[in-house]
Nanobody
Framework: QVQLVESGGGLVQPGGSLRLSCVAS????????MSWYRQAPGKERELVAR???????NYATSVKGRFTISRDSAKNTVNLQMNSLKSEDTAVYYC????????WGQGTQVTVSS
């Protein structure tokens, strides 16, 4: 059974940091590109960051320089370190695994507010 379980969301003040984690099971993690997406109320889901099987990364322009995606194949985990958070980063964050077809996690809420 495929599972992607996100954790680490919460409420943080502007300028603060959070670290999201996604633990994968039920498929060959090392063969999948892993991504974080987010969806704010009333908006479409958007790509935040992606890391390839080989470790190459790309980021949305809005988070470049503030967020860092990483993967640990020994632990079947993908992380998203989020620094200098802004109110516009408020959204539900979703983990995604992709290899000519994909899987989604259930999402974790991130709220940036004073």
């Amino acid at each position: 059974q495929v599972q992607l379980v996100e954790s680490g969301g919460g409420l943080v003040q502007p300028g603060g940091s959070l670290r999201l984690s996604c633990v994968a099971s039920g498929f060959t993690f090392s063969s999948y590109a892993m991504s974080w997406y987010r969806q704010a109320p009333g908006k479409e889901r958007e790509l935040v960051a992606r890391i390839s099987v080989g470790g190459s990364t790309n980021y949305a322009t809005s988070v470049k320089g503030r967020f860092t995606i990483s993967r640990d194949s020994a632990k079947n985990t993908v992380n998203l370190q989020m620094n200098s958070l802004k109110s516009e980063d408020t959204a539900v964050y979703y983990c995604n695994a992709y290899n000519f077809g994909g899987y989604w996690g259930q999402g974790t809420q991130v709220t940036v507010s004073s």
